[in-house]
């Protein structure tokens, strides 16, 4: 997995009013936990670019006034609005300690998919599957095969084969599907439709002769 490097500085004064000026100035309030004790810094919102809105999953290195450390990205806030980085939480790593992200999912195949090529809906539900492994065997991100997905199918968790990390979600969420169109369901209900009285026409024409 790449690696970020994010430059911080530590903070003098925390609270609300503080934090506020900070973000008012371009920079995140973050917090780091997971060592021996917390540290609050902070750090320009322009760096977070490659962390945060990116398809890939990555590790930082934190410059934190030049002291460095291993992390990741364990939670961050946005404003409801206009989506700006609020506030970050990182985690420090440590060489054979197990940790848990959040890793993006790449679906393999979509344009093949015989459901969309017959005009179905395809819709990528899940984005994200939070995964737990060694810093080492943790992946950039996770692809998904729904090249085979037909009409009305679906592809779940639980068709994902780990490869030496754990998923955490649950096996019977779905990944993506293939929707069946109101248009399409409309043919459909009126192809079954026409079967049944046909089969509903023969069935008289078969009694009538019996009669006669």
Request: aromatic fraction near 6%; include cysteine; glycine fraction near 8%.
């Amino acid at each position: 997995m790449k690696t970020v490097e994010i430059i911080g500085y530590k903070r003098a004064n925390l609270g609300k009013a503080e934090s506020k000026r900070l973000r008012a100035e371009g920079y995140v309030p973050c917090v780091l936990y997971g060592g021996k004790e917390q540290v609050h810094f902070y750090a320009p919102n322009i760096l977070f670019r490659e962390v945060l809105y990116t398809a890939e999953a990555h590790f930082v290195e934190l410059n934190i006034e030049g002291e460095k450390t291993r992390a990741v990205i364990q939670d961050a806030q946005f404003h409801p609005v206009s989506e700006a980085i609020l506030h970050a939480d990182f985690l420090q790593l440590f060489p054979g300690k197990i940790i848990k992200m959040d890793i993006p999912i790449h679906l393999v195949g979509r344009g093949q998919a015989p459901g969309v090529q017959q005009g179905g809906k395809f819709v990528h539900k899940l984005r994200k599957l939070t995964v737990k492994a060694l810093p080492d065997n943790m992946p950039e991100h996770i692809d998904v095969d729904v090249s085979k997905l037909g009409l009305g199918k679906s592809v779940k968790v639980s068709a994902i084969t780990p490869d030496n990390f754990e998923i955490l979600n649950s096996p019977i969420i779905t990944v993506a599907t293939v929707e069946v169109p109101r248009a399409l369901k409309g043919v459909e209900g009126a192809e079954e439709e026409g079967e049944e009285t046909e089969g509903a026409e023969e069935a008289t024409e078969e009694a009538t002769e019996a009669e006669s």
